[in-house]
């Protein structure tokens, strides 16, 4: 099983940027298509954005995420992104990275993830 590790996050204010990475280990990204995820204070862990294994179809979870946000990676240094702009007022939240199919299991184990929070 493989090791992430994710940082990146703060606390910014509405408008802000925050650029998100996470270091893998123990594993080649490049053999999986990745995620980024969000969880919020006693909810579930949701997906905001995926990326192929070879970064040539993204997907994001909304609308507005997908004009704000952009996933990126760089199998070279087995390091996933996520570029979030224009950041809206919410909640805090802690984001993971980690592997994505629908029907299977993740491949690696989940990192601390990074928390960020959005002051309006």
């Known amino acids: 099983q493989g090791q992430l590790d994710e940082s990146g996050g703060g606390l910014v204010q509405a408008g802000s940027s925050l650029r998100l990475s996470c270091a893998a280990s123990?594993?080649?990204?490049?053999?999986?298509?990745m995620a980024w995820y969000r969880q919020a204070p006693g909810k579930e862990r949701e997906i905001v954005a995926s990326i192929s294994w070879s970064g040539a179809n993204t997907n994001y979870a909304t609308y507005s995420v997908k004009h704000r946000f952009t996933i990126i990676r760089d199998n070279s240094k087995n390091t996933p992104y996520l570029q979030m702009n224009s950041l809206e007022a919410k909640g805090p939240g802690v984001y993971y990275c980690?592997?994505?199919?629908?029907?299977?299991?993740?491949?690696?184990?989940w990192g601390p993830g990074t928390q960020g929070t959005v002051s309006s």
């Open positions: 123990g594993r080649n990204i490049s053999d999986y298509n």
């Open positions: 980690n592997s994505y199919y629908r029907n299977d299991p993740y491949y690696f184990d």
